[in-house]
């Protein structure tokens, strides 16, 4: 990430920001008491406009504890959002969750941008290692953990030793991804260089790639356990195989011609993102196409095929410092707090248990005497976020069974929601440590 000069924040630059955080969420509550069709008339507007300012605002006040600016948006997501205070209502959130096209277009692209194929070439060995230890044991682990607190899931009341056995490997495999977003995120606002930024960039950015081809694989296996008309077909291998490599080759083709454009115009960035975001995305969807991996390999060949990785990045991150404000506050906005209350036990249980498994999983990867000591060390605190991509595979599975689905789906999002709070926390942390924030 490129450098930028820092400014020291005085008390007094702290006293204002929380002066002008309370006056904000005071003057929007104020109206939304006196005038309660607000939202109505201007809730649109003014969710945005509040949200930028107040979620900047957040993030700068957390910032004097260490926190991650992530955490701040996310925070004040929550408070703001129409499970507690109200101040931005369920329709303008609904409304909102569209900045996610736009927001995940850039991180993934920034995330290609990021991956250098000398850093993939020298270090290829001790990623795939890592890749497949961290599979094999969160597979092991979070199969067995969630069958054994299966009984006290109402849900999975009525379902055979068989059928909590397969929502069981369901739920591991979707315990097995990471947070592109979050992690991308952490490192615009730290602008990190160094073994865990590399090496987070390089885990976290390609597992998107063996998470949907294990859950492809997982619902082939596990539907006809719910559907007697259904049987275990290599037609869906097919069809994921297609779907990926449509993928790659559909983001090489975007990286070549944007490449191109940067190269002999590089005028209007921001148009030509937002039209990638859009109208490339909504193109990408119907020829049912990975998204997140099309616009990792578009970054990809930009950054290796080409000179114009720096302006790509660079027009990436200006515009991505206003896009994630929105895109993660609106997060926090989203999660259903009373729906965390009541399941925030088993919430927690499980993200310990993946927490745990996660961390156990480094130290055996690690063992190998050619990652740098540093990874060994601290190469794990990246891995515990999750966020868009997980909620994204838990509507995948309610879709595909209806009789477990909603209840699995709730649950997802108690524990992303713990995981995306907890993850940024522990990734800064060990950014700072070893002094590679900037």
Known sequence: MSEVATVKKTLGTRATQFAALFAATALLWGVTQVAPDFHEASGLIASVGFLLLAGMLASELLETLGLPHLTGYLALGVVAGPHVLGLVDQTAVHRLLHVNTLALTLIALAGGVELRWELLKDGWRSLVRAHFVQTVVILTVMTGVFFAVAPRLAFLDGLSMPRVAAVSVLWAVVAVSRSPSATLAIL???????????????????????????????????????????????????????????????????GLGLAAYLRLFGQQVLLILLGLA?????????????????????????????????????????????????????????LDVALLR????????????????????????????????????WGAAPLVSQAGLTLGLSVVIEKTFPEFGAGLRSLVIATVAVNELVGPILFKFALDRNGESR
């Open 342 to 377: 009541e399941l925030w036990p088993m919430a927690l249980l499980l993200c310990g248990a993946r927490a745990a498994a996660t961390y156990f999983a480094h130290w055996v990867s690690s063992r190998s005497p050619s990652m740098d000591p540093v990874v060994k060390r």
């Open 278 to 334: 859009f109208v490339a995305g909504e193109a990408i969807h119907y020829l049912r196409f990975d998204p997140i991996l099309t616009f990792l390999i578009a970054g990809f060949v930009v950054q290796n095929l080409s000179r114009q990785g720096p302006r790509l990045l660079g027009a990436v991150e200006r515009t991505g410092s206003i896009v994630f404000v929105l895109f993660f506050a609106t997060a926090g906005a989203h």
């Open 188 to 254: 615009s606002q730290t602008h990190a260089r160094g073994p865990i930024a590399s090496f987070a960039l390089a885990f976290v950015m390609s597992s998107d790639v063996f998470v949907v081809v294990m859950l492809s694989i997982a619902l082939s296996v596990v539907q006809p356990l719910f559907d007697a008309t259904a049987n275990v077909s290599l037609s869906e291998l097919v069809v994921l195989g297609h779907e990926i490599a449509g993928s790659i080759t559909l983001g090489t083709t975007l």
